[in-house]
């Protein structure tokens, strides 16, 4: 049954319009978006999916279909920050944005909205951020806000860092609303500029993979934040306003300044880390401008050991990934995302993929752990109304 014809027997009328978002993979860049450095994330084909109709009457219902609930029914005049609905759970990111937009003086009047994604949870790969994105962009176009993608994209974090209570940068919603097919997407965190980066890889006779390990650590819980923050504190020392200030060329002079002011160490790698990683986002485009795709795998094989190192976000899970990914003929490998579990990507030969991807089962296999989840990444299209 269609999403519509879902809609219809839940609300028992037929729905305005069907939009979709996409889920991202990070090909490069980890960290830095709120350092307002780099990044280049690539959109998913996996999307979630909105059947939406407009209310005037100040009623908001949000359905699942991937979650066995009742409709969750409120006023838009009720959203509050960190309230019930903004305490985690699904409803938070569509409520949040209902929120975010009203807040910044959007007349949002209510909605239907009943949603269903293909985007893995728990992954790395941006599942909140599609949620998010797919309502503001129905949204949008229901109430004739005229807000650009870009706008939207920066909504839709507004909602998950003030409303729900996530500290993430902007990269996840960018890359679900600004995304082009067949790209990858060259952020800067610091103006949202954006350039779309070909990214053509089945006629380069490669194939990038995402592998979800299917494993969220608990020592995850409150690292993004206090990696945050000890990136503000190694801003502070240098005397900027952003790591994204401080030049490559310049970091081990600054190292040897935030070791002479006494710095923790973890400020040193973490600054350490984001000034590198940065460079990476740089290396990569310049590769690929001069068609060496190929050459694009040993610095994501450096972006793995520095986020394992450096940042210290992988875990053991990962590291086999990667290990077993590079041993197994792998042009590069690198964990993704926010780290302690999630995703890694791995860039193979179109045909090494099968053999890369047994040896990665057979190894998880050995070591005891849940068998991973392994899937091409192919660059799509961000959010768009389907019909």
Not at 158 to 178: K, L, T, Y
Request: one cysteine or more.
């Amino acid at each position: 049954m269609s999403i519509a014809a879902q809609f219809s027997d839940l609300y028992g009328y037929e729905p305005a319009g069907v939009w979709a978002a996409p889920g991202r993979v990070n090909l490069i860049g980890e960290y830095t978006d709120f350092n307002e450095g780099f990044v280049l994330p690539l959109a998913l084909p996996h999307t979630a999916v909105a059947a939406v109709a407009r209310r005037d009457d100040g009623v908001l219902r949000l359905h699942s279909a991937d979650i066995d609930a009742p409709v969750a029914e409120l006023r838009v005049e009720d959203l509050v920050p960190l309230s019930k609905y903004g305490q985690g759970g699904w409803a938070a990111y569509p409520a949040g944005v209902v929120w975010a937009l009203r807040d910044a003086g959007h007349a949002v009047t209510g909605a239907d909205i009943h949603l269903a994604s293909t985007v893995p949870t728990g992954a790395g790969l941006s599942s909140s951020a599609a949620l998010e994105v797919v309502t503001a962009y129905a949204l949008n176009d229901l109430f004739e806000l005229g807000l650009s993608t870009q706008e939207l994209a920066v909504l839709s974090q507004r909602a998950e860092n003030v409303f729900v209570g996530v500290p993430c940068g902007v990269m996840d919603q960018m890359a679900s609303a600004c995304s082009e097919e067949g790209h990858a997407l060259h952020l800067d965190c610091r103006d949202l500029s954006i350039r779309q980066i070909p990214f053509d890889l089945a006629a380069e006779g490669l194939q990038l993979l995402v592998v979800d390990t299917r494993v969220k650590h608990e020592l995850g819980d409150g690292a993004y934040a206090e990696r945050r923050a000890g990136c503000e504190e190694g801003a502070r020392v240098l005397g900027v306003s952003h790591l994204r200030d401080v030049e490559f060329d310049e970091l081990d002079d600054s190292v040897r300044k935030l070791e002479a002011a006494g710095a923790d160490e973890k400020v040193v790698r973490y600054v350490r880390h984001v000034v590198s990683d940065d460079h990476r986002v740089e290396r990569v485009i310049e590769l690929l401008a001069a068609g060496d795709v190929r050459g694009i795998g040993p610095v994501l094989n450096e972006g793995h050991v520095s986020l394992r190192d450096d940042l210290r976000i992988s875990c053991d899970e990962l590291d086999l990934v990667v290990a077993t990914a590079q041993t197994a003929g792998a042009v590069g490998a690198r964990m993704t995302g926010g780290g302690f579990g999630g995703s890694a990507v791995v860039l193979v030969e179109a045909d090494d993929a099968d053999a890369v991807t047994k040896a990665v089962l057979t190894a998880f296999e050995g070591a005891g752990y849940t068998a991973p989840r392994v899937f091409p990444a192919v660059p799509s299209a961000g959010a768009r109304k389907l019909g």
